[in-house]
């Protein structure tokens, strides 16, 4: 047990991995007690929020209590099938996420201001 402590304290791990997991191409009709037995499997699971809105359907958030869980995690079921469809494990990257969202606004400011100040597109 010692030794194993040891070993996940000298590891090093890339900068993306994180201990939260988003998880796509999930069937619709899957429930959170299936994805603990999914998920649970690799490690002590603090949350999981499965999408229920049209935009969000398909889609989960798996939170780990541990980083190295969620990594074993992304390793083994990168590619998993779940009912004939083949989960796309990735770790959760805010910055990434609300990119599109960030630049729609961008561009939303910029317009307003253009018509607020008289400009036009040249």
């Given amino acids: 047990m010692a ?3 040891q070993k996940k304290l000298n590891v090093r791990l890339p900068p993306e ?3 939260i997991l988003y998880v796509r191409n999930l069937p619709y009709k899957i429930t959170s007690e299936e994805m ?8 002590a699971i603090r949350q999981i929020r499965v999408g229920n809105t ?3 359907r398909g889609t ?7 980083i190295f869980d969620a990594k074993n995690a992304c390793d083994h079921l990168s590619g998993f099938n779940v009912c004939n469809r083949y989960l796309v494990v990735l770790y959760y990257q805010p910055t990434k996420a609300f ?3 960030d630049t729609d606004k961008k561009k939303e400011e910029i317009e307003k201001m253009k018509a607020k100040f008289g400009l036009d597109d040249e």
């Fill in 3 to 5: 030794m194993a402590m």
């Fill in 17 to 19: 991995v994180n201990r």
């Fill in 36 to 43: 603990y037995d999914i998920f649970g499997k690799y490690g």
């Fill in 54 to 56: 049209p935009e969000t």
């Fill in 60 to 66: 989960a958030f798996v939170v780990y209590e541990d």
């Fill in 99 to 101: 990119k599109k969202v």
